[in-house]
C-alpha cells in the first residue's frame, strides 16, 4: 500500500539468541575500565597525593606557636646580643625582601651614623664614605660591597652600573642565606615532589585509553590544580626560633606604628614605658620605620611630640636639590626614597632592569609613605 507524504514507517527487525556472543568477563572488566578508568586513576592518585601533602605539612609545615605580640621600644637583638640591621629586620618579616625599602633604611641608618654622606641632586646621587666607624656586620658588609672597589665614593648618575648592581645582588644573597632557613623554611622540595607527582598522575591519565570527556575527570583535575596551589601556600614555616625573633619584631613595630594616646592602652605585661620622643630617637628608628613600612606613622608620632623640631628638621648627612623643601620629615622621607629608588633603577643593566626588582616601580621606596610591595625577590 502506497503510503501519503510525511507519514511515519516502522520497521522491526529481530536476531535469533546465539547469533552474537555476549561480553566476556575480560571485555566487561576493559569496557568498565575505559568508561571509569579515569575517574579511579585520579580518584587514588589524588588521595594519596593528599595523604602525602598532608603527612608533610603535619612534619615541617605547621606554624610553630607563636609569642604574644605586645609593644617592644626597641628593635630585637639576635643571640650575639647585637640589634638586627634594618635589612634584617625587613627581610625576616617580609619573608624576603621587597622593592628598593631595606636598601634605603640600611643607607639612612649609615648615614645618621656619620658613616654615609649622600648627595642628591637632580639627575646625579653621590654617596661618599666618611671616617666614622661602622657598627654591625650587615653594615660592614654592605659597605664593604659598595665601597671597597670604589675609593669610597659611589655615583648614581643614570647610567648603567653592573658591579652596583653585582654588589647588591651579592649582598642580596648574604642577607637571605644569613636570614633565610634559620628563621623561615619554604620547604619547596616537598611542594616540587608533590608537583612532579600530580604531573605524572596528569600525563598516565592523558596517554591511557580512558574515557577523559566527563565532568567528573574535569572537576578531579581542577581539585588537584588546587590541591597542589593550597600546600604551596601551607608548607612554609617559621622556625621556633624564627617564629620568637618575629613576634618581637612585630611588638616593635606596634611601637613605632601606634599612636601615643592609642599606645595607653597597649597591653604592657614587661611593665616598660615608652622612651620620650627626641630627635635623636626619631632618627635612629626611622631607618627601622621604613624597613618595616611605617615610617609614616612614626614620623607622625615626632610631628606630634616635638611639633618645633621637626618642622626644622633636615638630617646632617643629605643634602642636594633632589630633597624636597618644607621643613617636614615626611617631604624628606619621601624624597630621599624616591631618590634611591630611582638611581637604583637607572644603574640597572638593560636585561635586568624589567625583572630582577630593581625597577623604579617594584616599591618605591618612601614614596607614598613606604608600604613595601613589589618584586618580592630583588632590591
Known amino acids: 500500500q502506497a503510503l501519503p507524504p510525511k507519514a511515519g514507517l516502522t520497521v522491526s527487525a529481530s536476531i535469533a539468541p546465539g547469533v552474537i556472543a555476549p561480553l566476556s568477563a575480560?571485555?566487561?572488566?576493559?569496557?568498565f575500565w575505559i568508561r571509569y578508568g579515569a575517574l579511579i586513576m585520579l580518584s587514588v592518585g589524588g588521595l594519596g597525593l593528599l595523604l602525602f601533602y598532608y603527612r608533610q605539612w603535619s612534619r615541617v609545615g605547621r606554624d610553630p606557636q607563636?609569642?604574644?605580640v605586645f609593644a617592644r621600644y626597641a628593635p630585637p637583638k639576635d643571640e650575639t646580643g647585637q640589634e638586627y640591621s634594618p635589612a634584617a629586620i625587613h627581610y625576616i618579616h617580609h619573608k624576603g625582601l621587597r622593592g628598593t625599602d631595606a636598601l634605603s633604611a640600611m643607607l639612612m641608618q649609615l648615614g645618621g651614623q656619620d658613616v654615609l654622606?649622600?648627595?642628591?641632586?637632580?639627575?646625579?646621587?653621590?654617596?661618599?664614605?666618611?671616617s666614622a666607624p661602622i657598627t654591625g656586620d650587615d653594615a660592614q658588609t654592605l659597605v664593604h660591597l659598595l665601597m671597597a672597589k670604589r675609593g669610597g665614593t659611589l655615583v648614581l648618575d643614570g647610567e648603567t652600573d653592573t658591579p652596583f648592581h653585582t654588589a647588591l645582588a651579592k649582598?642580596?644573597?648574604?642577607?637571605?642565606?644569613?636570614y633565610g632557613p634559620k628563621y623561615y623554611r619554604y620547604n619547596l622540595g616537598w611542594a616540587v615532589l608533590g608537583?612532579?607527582?600530580?604531573?605524572a598522575l596528569t600525563f598516565a591519565v592523558v596517554l591511557s585509553p580512558v574515557a577523559k570527556n566527563s565532568l567528573g575527570v574535569l572537576g578531579l583535575f581542577i581539585a588537584l590544580v588546587v590541591m597542589n596551589g593550597l600546600f604551596v601556600f601551607l608548607l612554609p614555616a617559621p622556625t621556633r626560633y624564627g617564629a620568637q625573633i618575629s613576634s618581637e619584631i612585630d611588638g616593635f613595630k606596634l611601637y613605632l606604628e601606634t599612636a601615643e594616646e592609642k599606645r595607653?592602652?597597649?597591653?604592657?605585661?614587661l611593665g616598660t614605658r615608652p622612651p620620650a620622643m627626641t630627635v635623636k630617637l626619631y632618627e635612629r628608628f626611622l631607618p627601622y620605620a621604613m624597613a618595616l613600612g611605617v615610617e609614616k606613622p612614626w614620623t607622625k608620632q615626632f610631628e606630634t611630640s616635638m611639633p618645633v623640631e621637626a618642622k626644622a628638621y633636615r638630617p646632617?648627612?643629605?643634602?642636594g636639590n633632589a630633597f624636597k623643601s618644607g621643613g617636614s620629615p615626611v617631604n624628606f622621607s619621601r624624597s630621599l626614597g624616591k631618590t634611591l629608588t630611582a638611581g637604583v633603577a637607572a644603574a640597572a643593566p638593560v636585561s635586568q632592569s624589567s625583572g630582577s626588582g630593581f625597577s623604579s616601580g617594584s616599591s618605591g621606596g618612601f614614596s607614598g609613605g613606604g608600604g613595601g610591595g613589589g618584586g618580592g625577590g630583588g632590591w
Not at 646632617?316 to 643634602?319: D, I, P, Q
Open 66 to 68: 607563636k609569642p604574644p
Open 117 to 130: 654622606d649622600i648627595q642628591a641632586d637632580k639627575k646625579v646621587t653621590t654617596i661618599r664614605q666618611l
Open 316 to 319: 646632617s648627612y643629605a643634602h
Open 26 to 31: 575480560a571485555q566487561k572488566r576493559a569496557l
Open 264 to 269: 595607653i592602652n597597649t597591653a604592657d605585661p
Open 171 to 178: 649582598f642580596h644573597s648574604i642577607i637571605a642565606k644569613k
Open 195 to 199: 608537583f612532579l607527582a600530580s604531573l
